[in-house]
């Protein structure tokens, strides 16, 4: 069994930037710690990616904050994580949940079965998202969310998004 782990969205705007919170901050070094037990090879690493015209979009009617918008400091990844990242193995998602990450790895899966481990931000809305579409797409597939390398955009919904997944099967790693 392979164990692979996704890194979610650890870029400066969630961290420190646009949507920055203290509790992403606080995940900044344990998933930095995270991703040393892992074979670089084994890391995916997503990128929350918007255009210039994010306000215009679905999204950015709902969610009025520019952030990550490619190419600018924002969209950057924390430079350690980045560093621990094989170039190849960060995927660009243009919204919450990455079809493209799923149908990668779902190919990996019929290579050889995986155990999916899943870190990052935001729990209650990209965490969430690529958690249940990679279940939806592996359902035999352990799929496992750390909760304490995980922040949401408020600690109740950080919460609630960690027993959303539960219910669904995800197995939740607690601190």
């Not at 990550?68 to 960060?90: D, F, Y």
């Not at 899966?109 to 579409?133: R, Y």
């Amino acid at each position: 069994m392979r164990r692979i782990l996704i890194v979610v969205d650890m870029q400066q705007d969630f961290i420190n930037g646009a949507l920055g919170t203290t509790e992403a901050q606080a995940i900044v070094n344990p998933v930095i710690e995270k991703m040393k037990t892992y074979e670089k090879s084994d890391i995916y690493v997503t990128r929350d990616t918007h255009g210039e015209n994010y306000l215009e979009t679905a999204e950015g009617r709902k969610l009025p904050v520019v952030h990550c918008v490619k190419n600018t400091e924002g969209w950057r990844l924390h430079p350690e994580i980045e560093n621990q990242a094989e170039p190849s193995h960060i995927i660009d998602k243009p919204t919450f949940g990455s079809l493209e990450l799923m149908e990668l790895l779902r190919q990996e899966n019929k290579k050889e079965p995986l155990e999916i481990e899943i870190i990052g931000l935001c729990t209650d809305i990209c965490v969430v998202s690529n958690a249940l579409l990679l279940k939806a797409a592996m359902p035999e597939n352990t799929i496992q969310v750390d909760a304490g390398c995980c922040a949401g955009v408020t600690p109740e919904s950080h919460k609630a998004a960690l027993l959303t997944m539960e219910m669904c099967q995800i197995e939740i790693k607690k601190l």
